[in-house]
């Protein structure tokens, strides 16, 4: 078993260190694909799929500042409980118009958003400045490397001070005092997102929708949104801030983002409103199964080549087959119970740990016959 992880752990270390492009496809594939994503798209085929009841998205395409002030106020005489704005006005224009959107950002119940991009933050301009407390970073999570949305990370201490994310802000304030969300060590953890659906679940207006409406109660006491949709509004061929998440129909070599943003923002707040956030496998849950699994996999495969080798590469690669059919099984049985157990780590280390045990035969052999070192395993 240790050679086993000798092996494994050199070889993914060495195409770490190597620019090697069959390498490197192998490891963006694999990263990119996650066994849990079937789990949505079966869950977005289903015909249970019901429209939020907390949460209304407002697309405001590429609207005017004096427009999206005047979007503000409508929405908020329809007495919403939270108004989210994922734009960043990062510089000033003309003073009348930025001041009057500065009014408009004001109240208590608006959040906005900022980003932090390279360590520096990108958010308002000083004229158009809000409160912290109404702050939040847009950021879903800090890791570069993973291409699909699949964690966020609810608050980050940058440079010695605590930042709360865009979607933790509304939905606290959603919340009130009186539920206040408390996780342990939420600030250094990646929080799994259990995904409600995508922008069909929730209601949708058109910026232009709510300047020409007198009046929509439908607002009233909701989380309302607002922020970029595409133009028009669900555009598949708009990519601007879009991103690539489990929602996607197509598992493997996704051509496209499939998301926006402010999607994304809004499943999270779902989320935590609702209060369906995953409960996370610990990691050393994980590791104690994969050990023991792997123990057992390698004593019997070991016993087996020795003594029937006729029937070891068939029993070897169905033994494989149903082990991986049964944990993806299992994950997806624990998703649907809120329950995230992240298998695909475990899997391919127990089923390539069987792949080593030539090369430990072969290692036996030489050891035998160089230095008359006695093994198991070892055959003449």
Aim: hydrophobic letters at 45%; charged letters at 20%; glycine letters at 4%.
């Amino acid at each position: 078993m240790l050679f086993s992880a000798v092996i494994l752990f050199t070889m993914f270390g060495i195409t770490r260190l190597v620019n090697f492009g069959a390498f490197d496809l192998y490891r963006l594939a694999f990263k990119e694909f996650s066994f849990l994503d079937t789990y949505y798209a079966e869950k977005l085929n289903s015909d249970e799929q019901k429209i939020s009841q907390s949460i209304v998205l407002v697309n405001v395409q590429h609207q005017s500042r004096a427009q999206l002030a005047n979007l503000i106020e409508l929405v908020q005489q329809q007495k919403p409980k939270v108004i989210g704005v994922d734009v960043i006005f990062d510089h000033e224009k003309e003073p009348i118009t930025d001041e009057k959107l500065w009014e408009a950002l004001q109240p208590e119940n608006v959040i906005s958003a900022f980003a932090i991009q390279n360590r520096q933050f990108v958010k308002n301009d000083p004229k158009l400045g809000v409160f912290r407390h109404k702050l939040g970073y847009a950021n879903f999570n800090f890791d570069s490397y993973n291409a699909v949305i699949r964690t966020f990370q609810a608050k980050k201490i940058f440079d010695g001070f605590e930042f709360s994310s865009f979607p933790h802000r509304v939905a606290q304030h959603f919340l009130g005092r009186q539920r206040k969300i408390e996780w342990k060590n939420i600030s250094d953890k990646s929080i799994p997102i259990n995904y409600s659906g995508g922008r069909q679940y929730f209601l949708t207006f058109d910026a232009d929708e709510i300047l020409e409406s007198k009046s929509l109660p439908v607002l009233a006491n909701k989380i309302v949104l607002l922020g970029y949709l595409g133009t028009p509004t669900g555009n598949v061929y708009d990519i601007e801030d879009k991103h690539f998440t489990p929602l996607n129909q197509e598992f493997v070599g996704k051509s496209a983002p499939d998301t926006f943003g402010l999607v994304i923002h809004a499943n999270i707040i779902e989320m935590l409103v609702e209060q369906k956030r995953l409960i996370q496998v610990p990691v050393w849950v994980l590791l104690l199964v994969g050990f023991v699994l792997t123990f057992v996999a390698i004593s019997y495969f070991i016993k087996l080549n020795k003594r029937r080798i006729e029937r070891y590469m068939l029993v070897r690669k169905l033994t494989q087959l149903c082990f991986t059919i049964f944990f993806v099984i299992l994950a997806l049985w624990l998703l649907s119970n809120n329950i995230y157990f992240k298998i695909t780590e475990l899997i391919w280390y127990t089923v390539l740990s069987i792949e080593c045990i030539w090369a430990y035969k072969i290692l036996s052999n030489y050891m035998k016959n160089k230095f008359g070192w006695e093994s198991y395993f070892f055959q003449d």
